[in-house]
């Protein structure tokens, strides 16, 4: 009886760890261009806005910052349709439950702060901090200490902004820590993940057939 207990405990041990194992695989095998995607697009954004607002001194350039949805949702779908849809494991469904949830939400307070507060300020803080927390979630859960770690950037940075917003000073630095902070929390891990997959897809073909 303790046997068969052991062994159950020993094989759903293993059953977790492939489960978490092949979600880490999934993400890599096309993922990491989703993270690429949205890490670029916000930070070209961000650095876009910055310039023109702080050029022009016109704050109606922070409207670019919808061209994110519109630009990043069309081309995430359509970059996951032409890719190779892995096998979901229940914890594929729930990461994708989780950013399907952190984008509603961004969209939301993004909305809520342009119409109700008539202000975008509090868009970037609250953004920079929903993301690192998905980020934060991500790497925890396929157990990926580099992203588990490049999403403190993110947190980081969104703290800080928002200080800057409750006690403004001359030097604004906003728009950069944004961009900065997806650099840090999105580009460099997609970047990562993609070589991984690279490498174990070469390894996997290098390997004799049994």
Same mark, same amino acid.
């Given at each position: 009886?303790?046997?068969?207990?052991?062994?159950?405990?020993?094989?759903?041990?293993?059953? !977790?760890?492939?489960?978490?194992?092949?979600?880490?695989?999934?993400?890599?095998?096309?993922?990491?261009?989703?993270?690429?995607?949205?890490?670029?697009?916000?930070?070209?954004?961000?650095?876009?806005?910055?310039?023109?607002?702080?050029?022009?001194?016109?704050?109606?350039?922070?409207?670019?910052?919808?061209?994110?949805?519109?630009?990043?949702?069309?081309?995430?779908?359509?970059?996951?349709?032409?890719?190779?849809?892995?096998?979901?494991?229940?914890?594929?469904?729930?990461?994708?439950?989780?950013?399907?949830?952190?984008?509603?939400?961004?969209?939301?307070?993004?909305?809520?702060?342009?119409?109700?507060?008539?202000?975008?300020?509090? !868009?970037?803080?609250?953004?920079?901090?929903?993301?690192?927390?998905?980020?934060?979630?991500?790497?925890?859960?396929?157990?990926?200490?580099?992203?588990?770690?490049?999403?403190?950037?993110?947190?980081?940075?969104?703290? !800080?902004?928002?200080?800057?917003?409750?006690?403004?000073?001359?030097?604004?630095?906003?728009?950069?820590?944004?961009?900065?902070?997806?650099?840090?929390?999105? !580009?460099?891990?997609?970047?990562?993940?993609?070589?991984?997959?690279?490498?174990?897809?070469?390894?996997?073909?290098?390997?004799?057939?049994?």
């Amino acid at each position: 009886m303790m046997e068969n207990k052991e062994l159950n405990a020993k094989e759903s041990l293993e059953l !977790i760890t492939q489960m978490i194992q092949n979600s880490k695989k999934n993400l890599q095998s096309g993922n990491g261009n989703i993270l690429l995607l949205w890490g670029y697009l916000c930070a070209v954004t961000a650095l876009v806005v910055y310039i023109l607002t702080l050029s022009t001194d016109n704050p109606i350039w922070n409207w670019l910052w919808f061209a994110i949805p519109v630009i990043g949702y069309p081309t995430m779908y359509w970059q996951l349709k032409k890719e190779v849809k892995p096998v979901l494991t229940y914890t594929d469904k729930v990461l994708k439950n989780i950013w399907k949830i952190i984008g509603e939400y961004g969209i939301g307070v993004s909305i809520i702060c342009a119409l109700y507060f008539n202000t975008m300020v509090f !868009i970037l803080p609250m953004v920079l901090i929903l993301v690192s927390l998905g980020m934060c979630i991500t790497g925890s859960i396929i157990n990926d200490k580099f992203t588990y770690n490049c999403s403190g950037c993110g947190l980081a940075a969104g703290v !800080i902004t928002l200080g800057q917003i409750l006690n403004p000073s001359q030097l604004d630095l906003q728009y950069p820590a944004f961009a900065f902070a997806f650099i840090i929390m999105m !580009i460099l891990p997609g970047h990562r993940l993609n070589k991984e997959a690279s490498k174990t897809s070469s390894e996997d073909t290098s390997a004799p057939s049994k």
